[in-house]
Nanobody
Framework: QVHLVESGGGLVQTGGPLRLSCAAS????????MGWYRRAPGKERELVAY???????NYADSVKGRFTISRDNAKNTIYLQMNSLKPEDTAVYYC?????????WGQGTQVTVSS
């Protein structure tokens, strides 16, 4: 069982930055892949960014060039650096881990971008 705890959400103005963190309850060194997803009001949850155990990354087209996912294995934490935020980035952001064939989700953190 992997427990994930997100932090760093909040209210930010358009164009501002925000950094999200996702701390895992165990070593992420061997976790196959970890990612950030989001669910905006009235929309389905969607992939934002993904990072593999070898640090290969993948981004949604809507955030390419603005968001950066990274991992710190020593701290069992992944991050999502979000720059040039837009009102359409407003959503609950979730951390997800794929480990041993099982999916684990965090509780989510709210990001609100004011126009």
């Amino acid at each position: 069982q992997v427990h994930l705890v997100e932090s760093g959400g909040g209210l930010v103005q358009t164009g501002g930055p925000l950094r999200l963190s996702c701390a895992a309850s165990e070593s992420i060194f061997s976790i196959n892949g970890m990612g950030w997803y989001r669910r905006a009001p009235g929309k389905e949850r969607e992939l934002v960014a993904y990072i593999t155990s070898t640090s290969n990354t993948n981004y949604a087209d809507s955030v390419k060039g603005r968001f950066t996912i990274s991992r710190d294995n020593a701290k069992n934490t992944i991050y999502l650096q979000m720059n040039s935020l837009k009102p359409e980035d407003t959503a609950v952001y979730y951390c997800r881990a794929l480990s041993g064939g099982n999916l684990y989700w965090g509780q989510g953190t709210q990001v609100t971008v004011s126009s």
